[in-house]
């Protein structure tokens, strides 16, 4: 199926989860906030958070290059 609705409706589910991996990369910087306060911060787990926070923004970039 094509034509402007099917388009306008993908644009739409693009646009959807942009705005979901939005929150998730706001998510991760809290939780990277939260653990870098720590005395005992986990670099490790810093470290994942991290490349899981980039990831996630390659991601966003992705798919706003499609929109």
Known sequence: ???PL???AQAM???ARIRELGNRHRYLDEQIQREMS???AD???VRELKQRKLRIKE???ALE???
Do not use: N, Q
């Open 59 to 61: 991601e966003i970039g």
């Open 1 to 3: 199926v094509c034509g």
């Open 6 to 8: 099917a388009e306008e």
């Open 43 to 45: 670099s490790l787990h």
């Open 38 to 40: 720590r005395p005992t």
């Open 65 to 67: 290059a499609r929109v």
């Open 13 to 15: 589910a693009v646009d």
